[in-house]
Every structure is written in structure tokens, then in C-alpha cells.
């Protein structure tokens, strides 16, 4: 109890939270993270387990496995069947991951907000104006991925990937302080758009998976490819890849970020609100037509 207290006093410390997670060399302790998680030696696997537990409240009760191979083989791991029920209704966006919610709403034009008060343009973030074009006055919501939480992330909905773009950038930490600090963070990092369209009514929806410190990597199902830090390849990937809701669509190797843009029409689901923690396949958002009905119109 006494070391439960102790981690809380200092992670509460937003000036040491901050100094420790930030003012570091991101890029090389990322890069680092990427090689040391995936060393399959047991003394490190169950030595770093162990000091991961001191941080944070990790749970594997849910887990598919219960012994793993390294570091990252718990990061990435996989769930029992039925852990998660998906929200069958076809009105409803479901959430891509466990998360904690953190700025959502309207977008206003191509703003939208990191954290009160810092503003950014959400076409920055997609490293193309053109694209973020159907999502003008849209609506959206950041789900943020703690260590912690289960790392995969799943299709909001039956839906086809029709392009990935991926940008490099930074790695700052994506937690709350760091958002409080860092203006435009999320057009800073390194990330990856999604884009894809609903099967049925052809809307079109956007996940923009972004990358932090010690994230090393990000797969993507539907690339055959890892994302990372010393990628090369080409920037936009044009690709058709059909999901059923649910259907995995890849995973983050550490706990990020990402953000979820739905066209006008949309509206958050009720009880989606900054601080609430939400879980894969239950409700986000509702489509336009349920957006409709629900207000009245």
C-alpha cells in the first residue's frame, strides 16, 4: 500500500512527470524500448514485468496467454475469446480499443482541441488538407492508450482501408501533462492516417493512430508491414482491406493514442466524455441517421 502511494505522490509530481518522460532523448530510448522488449531472456522478461507492475495497474486476467515469451510479447498480447463484446448495432461506431477518453466533439472547421485551451488543425495532423476535407465540421474523439491497457485495436465498424498514410515525427509522451505543455503534439509525433469507408452507407471515417515515447512500432494488419521510427518506404500506401466490426486491424507495441474523425452527421455517444474509460466494441459514436432520430429531427 505504502508503494502504491509512494508511485502516485510521484507520478502526481506534474513538473518530474513531465522532466522524466520528455525532457529525455525520446527518439533513442524509443529506439532502444523497440530492441529491449523483444529480448527473449527470462530474467529480463519477469525483471521488467515486475517493475512495469510497480507503475501502473496492469491486469492480465483478460489475457489469451498466461506466460509470455519477452517484454513486448506481454505489450502486444492478445485477448481470451469473449473478453470484449462489439455493439452490434450497424448505427453505432464502436470504439477501435480500451482507452481513456480525452478531447472530443465537434470539429470546428479543421480545429479541434489536444487539451483545453491548445487548439490544432486537424489538417495538420493528417499531413494533407485535401484529405481532412470530408471531415470539415465533423466530429471527433481521442482515445488514449495507457501502458497498461490492452494494445490492439479493432475496426469501428464493416468498413474497407482504402489508404494508410504514414508520418514521421516526433515520440513526446501523449499523457495528460504533456498535453497540457506541448502545443500541436499530436501534428509533432509520429502517427499514421487511416482512412476507410463504411460498407453499406459509403461514409467515410478516419483513425489516426499516434506514436509516443517507447512506442517503437505500429502494425498495421492490412500493410504486411511494420511503422516505425526507421521506415523508409513510401508516405501514402493505397490498399484495400475489408474489416468486419470488431475484425482486429493491427496494434501498437506500448501504450499511445489515437483518434477517431467521423463527417458532419455524426454525434458522440451517450456518455462519451473526457475521463471516461471505455473498452473495444462498445458505443462511440452514432451514425447520422441514429444521430438524427436521437436529437429529435
Request: hydrophobic share 40%; glycine share 8%.
Amino acid at each position: 500500500m505504502k508503494t502504491l502511494r509512494w508511485r502516485d505522490a510521484l507520478l502526481q509530481q506534474e513538473d518530474l512527470n513531465f522532466l522524466l518522460t520528455n525532457r529525455v532523448p525520446r527518439m533513442a530510448l524509443t529506439r532502444f524500448m523497440g530492441w529491449f522488449s523483444k529480448l527473449r531472456n527470462p530474467w529480463v522478461r519477469d525483471a521488467s514485468i515486475a517493475v512495469w507492475r510497480l507503475f501502473t495497474e496492469l491486469d492480465l486476467s483478460d489475457s489469451k496467454k498466461t506466460h509470455f515469451d519477452s517484454l513486448h510479447d506481454c505489450f502486444t498480447r492478445e485477448l481470451k475469446p469473449g473478453a470484449r463484446s462489439v455493439d452490434g448495432d450497424p448505427d453505432v461506431l464502436a470504439s477501435p480499443c480500451d482507452a481513456i477518453v480525452g478531447a472530443c466533439g465537434a470539429v470546428d472547421g479543421t480545429r479541434v482541441f489536444q487539451a483545453k485551451g491548445f487548439p490544432y488543425e486537424a489538417a495538420e495532423l493528417f499531413g494533407d488538407a485535401q484529405a481532412f476535407e470530408p471531415f470539415r465540421d465533423g466530429c471527433y474523439v481521442t482515445l488514449r492508450l495507457t501502458s497498461s491497457m490492452y494494445h490492439r485495436f479493432h475496426a469501428p465498424h464493416d468498413s474497407r482501408v482504402e489508404r494508410v498514410t504514414y508520418l514521421s515525427g516526433d515520440t513526446w509522451n501523449v499523457n495528460p501533462i504533456a498535453l497540457k505543455r506541448v502545443e500541436r503534439l499530436f501534428c509533432r509525433n509520429e502517427r499514421a492516417l487511416v482512412e476507410a469507408r463504411l460498407l453499406g452507407s459509403d461514409h467515410r471515417i478516419a483513425l489516426v493512430p499516434v506514436a509516443a515515447i517507447l512506442v517503437a512500432s505500429l502494425r498495421l494488419h492490412c500493410l504486411d508491414l511494420l511503422l516505425h521510427l526507421g521506415y523508409r518506404g513510401p508516405k501514402r500506401i493505397d490498399c484495400t482491406a475489408d474489416y468486419r466490426k470488431g475484425d482486429e486491424m493491427g496494434w501498437f507495441e506500448h501504450g499511445s493514442t489515437i483518434i477517431v474523425f467521423a463527417p458532419a452527421g455524426f454525434a458522440l455517444a451517450p456518455g462519451i466524455a473526457p475521463g471516461r474509460q471505455i473498452r473495444m466494441g462498445q458505443a462511440l459514436m452514432t451514425l447520422p441517421c441514429a444521430a438524427s432520430t436521437a436529437s429529435g429531427g
